[in-house]
Every structure is written in structure tokens, then in C-alpha cells.
């Protein structure tokens, strides 16, 4: 089953949480075991990659242990055209709407079109769209961030997304943000448009989850989580959460 189909049938039946993994992080073979609990702890798909420090020996080191330890659907989170993982089973097609740079808007997806369609990976096209305070992404994706509580601008770039067709919505406060996107935009992105709505960045309670399942998005991301000893516990009180949410 393609990966978009994987993500429109889940949906039918419950709000899902993925686990991303960096693999600048940690080693490839501690990336599969933390693939491996957060599959125990009933994930619904890996998300694999990083903003920095991402290079094609490490991408397809993790991607290798990651599908070793679980049988999950693992998709490609890019950074840019200049590393592209074969052993995923979708790339996130992405466009970061408001990035100043138009390389990060379609510039990187025409240079990395033509590879991924060679290698006949799925695409899977997302409207990227980085809220306060961005972190590392914000930075390096020379973002115009979208003001916490600024919903005029953040329920044009939604209704944006949609207009271009595009399969998803990401709304990203940054890896590692002290605080997540803000459940009020959640939910205003939610009443505008009716595409699945993803959320992540500085996600790490499961009342977090919870609010923002609530709030209405579809698909909850969490990444630094993972990357703590003992996290099996708080990562599956959150998958809970965004299950029954
Ligand atoms: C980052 O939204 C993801 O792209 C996950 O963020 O690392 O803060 O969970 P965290």
C-alpha cells in the first residue's frame, strides 16, 4: 500500500503520532532500537531526518537499522535536494511556504524532482509552514515566522496549501521549541481547511498531545523525545493520547 493510502486509512480510523528520528543524533544502530520501542509503544509511522548534519551515509545507515527494527512505513524528512534516502518508503515532498529563500520553497524540489521520480519513490506533498520561535529549522530555512497567535497569516498559508493541491499541512514550532504551536492556531487552521493537519515541535507531554489532537490536528510528530534514556513510557501516555483524541 503507497504511504499516502497507509495515512488516509489510518485517519478513517484514529488521529496518529509519528516518531522522528535524526540521524545526525545518534548512532544507526541506536536509531533502530529507538525505532523498535517507539513501534512497541504503538507509533503509526517513523519519520526520518534532520536540519543539519544529515549526510547520505548517515540517512541510509538509520533507514537500514530503522526498517531492520520495525515494520512500519518509514518516510524521508528532507532538509534539501542534496541528500535523498532510496530506502524510505515516502519523502515528505515539501515546501516551507514562508521561507524567504525561494530555494526552500520549490528551488530544492526541482533539483530533487527528477532523482526521486528515477528512483520511483512515493512523494508525498506537504505545505511546511514554521511558527515561533522555529529553532533550527526557523533559522536555517530563513523563515518568516509566523507570530505565535497571528492567525490571519498562519489560515492564509493553510488555505494556501490546500489551494496548491497539496496532500498535508505541517505546522512546525521548531524541534525542540519550549513550547508548541499554539493550540488556538491549530484550530484555526483546522476550521479553514480540510486536509490532514500535521503538528510538531516541542511536543513532550501527553496534555500536550491530547490539546492539540483536540484542538484538531490529525497527525502529531514528536522527535526530541526520543532522544532521552527511558522514554517508552511517555512516548506511548502520548501515542494514547492522540489515539483516543
Ligand atoms: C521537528 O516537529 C518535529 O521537525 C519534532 O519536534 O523534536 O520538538 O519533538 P521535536
Excluded: W
Aim: hydrophobic share 40%; aromatic share 4%.
Amino acid at each position: 500500500m503507497r504511504v499516502r493510502d497507509y495515512i488516509t486509512q489510518t485517519l478513517k480510523k484514529h488521529k496518529m503520532h509519528m516518531t522522528l528520528i535524526d540521524p545526525a543524533k545518534q548512532s544507526a544502530r541506536v536509531s533502530g532500537e529507538i525505532a523498535a520501542k517507539a513501534c512497541r509503544a504503538g507509533t503509526d509511522a517513523i519519520m526520518v531526518g534532520g536540519s543539519t548534519g544529515v549526510t547520505q551515509e548517515n540517512l541510509d545507515e538509520t533507514v537500514e537499522q530503522i526498517k531492520r527494527a520495525c515494520k512500519l512505513p518509514v518516510i524521508y524528512f528532507p532538509s534539501g535536494a542534496n541528500v535523498i534516502s532510496r530506502k524510505c518508503d515516502a519523502i515528505y515532498f515539501m515546501s516551507m511556504l514562508n521561507s524567504r529563500n525561494v530555494r526552500n520553497v520549490s528551488g530544492e524540489h526541482a533539483r530533487g524532482a527528477p532523482m526521486i521520480k528515477k528512483l520511483g519513490i512515493e512523494p508525498i506533498s506537504m505545505g511546511y509552514v514554521i511558527v515561533e520561535p522555529g529553532m533550527k529549522v526557523g533559522e536555517v530555512g530563513e523563515a518568516e515566522l509566523v507570530k505565535r497567535g497571528d492567525l490571519n497569516t498562519l489560515i492564509g498559508y493553510a488555505i494556501a496549501t490546500e489551494f496548491f493541491g497539496m496532500d498535508l499541512l505541517y505546522l512546525e514550532a521548531g524541534s525542540g521549541a519550549p513550547e508548541p504551536v499554539p493550540v488556538p492556531m491549530v484550530k484555526a487552521a483546522r476550521e479553514s481547511v480540510d486536509i490532514p493537519l500535521v503538528v510538531g515541535g516541542g511536543i513532550v507531554t501527553p496534555k500536550q498531545a491530547a490539546d492539540l489532537a483536540a484542538a484538531g490536528a490529525d497527525i502529531i510528530v514528536t522527535g526530541t523525545l526520543v532522544e532521552n534514556d527511558d522514554f517508552e513510557d511517555r512516548l506511548k501516555r502520548i501515542i494514547d493520547m492522540v489515539h483516543e483524541g
